[in-house]
């Protein structure tokens, strides 16, 4: 089976789901991220914004990596 992803504008997104219903097309449903996860996302990204010299490169890092 193929798979598709669109960006639906806003207005048109109930029309479009309406259409995808009538035509019998399998929609998956959407992940949702809980609110609490997005936080602490966001406040990685703040922290890292803060203090960028405590990131560490990924070219070095992922040499410590045992992937045998």
């Given amino acids: 089976m193929k798979q ?3 960006n639906i504008p806003e207005n048109k997104f109930q029309f479009f789901m309406e259409l ?3 035509l019998g097309f399998v929609k998956a449903a959407e992940a949702s991220i ?3 996860h997005k936080k602490i996302v966001r ?4 922290d890292s914004n ?6 560490l490169d ?3 890092v992922k040499n410590d990596f045992k992937l045998d």
């Fill in 34 to 36: 809980p609110e609490e």
């Fill in 20 to 22: 995808v219903k009538n």
């Fill in 50 to 55: 803060k203090n960028p010299e405590r990131l």
């Fill in 43 to 46: 406040q990685r990204i703040a």
């Fill in 4 to 6: 598709v992803i669109l």
């Fill in 58 to 60: 990924w070219d070095d």
